[in-house]
């Protein structure tokens, strides 16, 4: 239990320090509309990420041979954390502030972070990846020692980000993301490298 749950502290630390299109999504919001429509952000970003991990256990749940492919499982799963750390600092984000001024209603800002966050296609492949890591370790408790402290540290971090972009401002934040994509992409690169020497070691 003690490495599923270090395991979903990663995790947890990995998807509340990611830098995609929802990161600048909720800074906008928070520029725009105060600390009110950060949350609303937060909850859209995790609450889809939680969708995604619900329909991926779901899904691995279904393949009953997956313990008798332990060692492909977590090396599959490792060289996708890896590309995923490799792209998200390589590839170029954006910010475009008008993404979340357009929106007048907190709850259309909430549908729409969470609908960015849900049609990622590299998110679904990094969600199937983890609950199949899950799965072929045992699954039972396991998911919630992973899933649980994940989306806790994920919510937090948001809100963390949130509340540093109404203090600190929206500058201040973007001149240091470049240190921020490197520190997510290294974590990840970590996690998909032990994952990698655990499946050869199965």
Same mark, same amino acid.
Not at 32 to 38: E, N, T, Y
């Given at each position: 239990m003690l490495e599923g749950l270090l395991y979903g502290i990663s995790l947890g630390?990995?998807? *509340? +320090?990611? #830098?995609?299109?929802?990161?600048? /999504?909720? $800074?906008?919001?928070?520029?725009?509309?105060?600390?009110?429509?950060?949350?609303?952000?937060?909850?859209?970003?995790?609450?889809?990420?939680?969708i995604m991990a619900i329909l991926s256990m779901v899904g691995v749940g279904f393949v009953n041979t997956l313990y008798e492919y332990k060692p492909i499982v977590s090396l599959v799963a490792g060289v996708v954390l890896i590309l995923a750390?490799?792209?998200?600092?390589?590839?170029?984000?954006?910010?475009?502030?008008?993404?979340?001024? *357009? +929106?007048? #209603?907190?709850?259309?800002?909430? /549908?729409? $972070?969470?609908?960015?966050?849900?049609?990622?296609?590299f998110n679904w492949l990094f969600w199937i990846a983890v609950c199949g890591w899950i799965k072929m370790n045992g699954g039972g408790m396991l998911w919630w020692w992973v899933l649980v402290p994940a989306f806790l540290i994920e919510f937090i971090l948001n809100v963390l980000k949130m509340f540093l972009v109404a203090r600190l401002g929206r500058t201040y934040l973007l001149d240091r993301i470049k240190w921020l994509k490197l520190l997510v992409s290294l974590s990840m690169i970590t996690l998909g490298a032990y994952l990698v020497v655990n499946g050869f070691n199965i």
């Open positions: 630390l990995v998807l *509340g +320090l990611a #830098t995609g299109p929802t990161f600048f /999504i909720l $800074i906008s919001a928070t520029v725009s509309g105060g600390k009110s429509r950060g949350i609303y952000s937060a909850a859209g970003i995790v609450d889809s990420d939680l750390g490799v792209l998200s600092y390589a590839l170029k984000s954006g910010f475009s502030e008008g993404k979340a001024q *357009g +929106l007048k #209603t907190d709850l259309g800002l909430y /549908i729409q $972070i969470f609908w960015v966050n849900i049609i990622n296609p």
